[in-house]
């Protein structure tokens, strides 16, 4: 991604602006059947970023609990009316990491995806290109997906993660 101050976005209706005030972590494709059947379309694409750096700039979001295939559900972020989908927190890290919908972008081809996850169940007619990152399900080094200055701000963010992680599982 090219260094920018900001990004910002929008709902299509418009009622909800946001803006991400650094360059994500990293940007996911991830072709599994739940991101297919949640978007509609054969992949989405999110860009990973501190939810701290994730601020409405207009408008409020309604957070919808979807399941999901770890059984925790993640919590989507739409806009109230016109429903487009505009971030979501997963169980692992929850409200800590937002996962932003990079089609909402007013400039998605600012963030390309760094990595290509769970092809296995990639649509057969979608060609990625040969230089892509491409994993049949998801990955376990980062060092060897992300880029240096995502590595450092999730070093950063893991005490948070963690925290967050008991207390989801002790049920607080």
């Not at 408008?59 to 016109?82: M, N």
């Not at 491409?134 to 997906?145: C, I, K, M, P, Q």
Request: aromatic share 8%; hydrophobic share 40%; net charge positive.
């Amino acid at each position: 991604m090219s260094a920018v101050a900001a990004l910002t976005g929008r709902c299509t209706c418009g009622q909800v602006r946001y803006e991400m005030t650094a360059p994500p972590m990293v940007v996911h494709c991830c072709h599994c059947t739940w991101c297919q059947r949640e978007t509609g379309s054969a992949f989405v694409l999110n860009a990973m970023i501190e939810t701290e750096r994730l601020h409405r700039l207009q408008g409020q979001t309604v957070e919808v609990l979807t399941p999901s295939a770890s059984g925790f559900g993640q919590r989507i972020h739409r806009c109230p009316s016109c429903h487009v989908a505009l971030w979501s927190h997963y169980a692992g890290a929850g409200p800590v990491l937002a996962f932003v919908r990079v089609g909402t972008l007013d400039d998605p081809g600012q963030c390309p995806p760094d990595v290509h996850i769970f092809t296995a169940s990639k649509q057969p007619w979608l060609n990625l290109p040969p230089e892509a990152k491409v994993f049949r399900e998801y990955y376990d080094d980062r060092a060897a997906v992300w880029p240096a200055q995502g590595l450092a701000r999730r070093e950063a963010l893991l005490p948070a993660i963690e925290a967050w992680q008991r207390q989801r599982t002790s049920g607080g």
